[in-house]
């Protein structure tokens, strides 16, 4: 069955369920699309999730240490200790997101 046809049969099964059951239709029908996907490049698959799992804890722990960083230089160097805190936690995670991206 194409993907085509796939699609259009869940369609028609959410027309008979109604739209309580859409999640689960949805679900399943991109478990489907993405078991035929890696069945057709399996080495790609793990590297279409992965930079998602590294690169968030890293942004997040990043944004969670700015926020002591942005306080300090705020009172010692002003608003040009802020900016530099924020032009720094920009370039790193700019560098981090394109290294993890090659």
């Known amino acids: 069955m194409s993907e085509r046809?796939?699609?259009q049969a869940h369609v028609a099964a959410r027309r008979e369920l109604g739209p309580?059951?859409?999640?689960?239709l949805?679900?399943?029908?991109?478990e489907r699309i993405e078991g035929?996907?890696?069945?057709?490049?399996p080495g790609q698959a793990a590297r279409r999730d992965k930079p998602?799992?590294?690169?968030?804890?890293?942004v997040l722990g990043s944004l969670a240490l700015s926020i002591p960083l942005i306080s300090v230089a705020g009172a010692q160097a002003g608003a040009f200790g802020v900016a530099m805190v924020c032009i720094a936690v920009v370039l790193v995670n700019l560098?981090?997101?394109?290294?993890?991206?090659?």
């Open 52 to 58: 998602h799992t590294t690169i968030t804890p890293l």
């Open 36 to 41: 035929k996907l890696d069945r057709r490049s």
């Open 95 to 102: 560098f981090v997101a394109l290294t993890r991206r090659h």
């Open 20 to 24: 309580e059951y859409e999640p689960e």
């Open 26 to 30: 949805v679900d399943s029908f991109l």
């Open 5 to 7: 046809e796939e699609l």
